[in-house]
């Protein structure tokens, strides 16, 4: 069983920056893939960013490409979410997830995924 738990969430203004961190435990971090997902209200839950294992291998949804940075560092169980210049579209919950089927490849289908944090509110004002 992961446990997986994000922080970093908050207010913050058009064009600022905020790092999310998911911190996981159970199983081994370094075996499985990780994404970043949000779900803004009345929308969809949609792909962000991933990584494999290594941090050798990132996607990333268009619409972030340049602005976000995803990561990890296998040590602390940990992966982060840069996000900078930062849109009021970027509002929404983040998630992050873990794939332990795939951990040389990273996917951004969340249905690939097989645990999910509980989420952080990130809220961008104009």
């Known amino acids: 069983q992961v446990q997986l738990v994000e922080s970093g969430g908050g207010l913050v203004q058009a064009g600022g920056s905020l790092r999310l961190s998911c911190a996981a435990s159970g199983g081994t971090f370094s075996n499985y893939g990780m994404g970043w997902f949000r779900q803004a209200p009345g929308k969809e839950r949609e792909f962000v960013a991933a990584?494999?294992?290594?941090?050798?291998?990132?996607i990333y949804l268009d619409s972030v490409k340049g602005r976000f940075t995803i990561s990890r560092d296998n040590a602390k169980n940990t992966v982060y979410l840069q996000m900078n210049s930062l849109k009021p579209d970027d509002t929404a919950v983040y998630y992050c997830a873990a794939d332990l089927r795939r951990r040389a490849v990273a996917v951004r289908g969340r249905y690939e995924y097989d645990y999910w944090g509980q989420g952080t509110q990130v809220t961008v004002s104009s």
């Open positions: 990584i494999n294992w290594s941090g050798g291998s990132t």
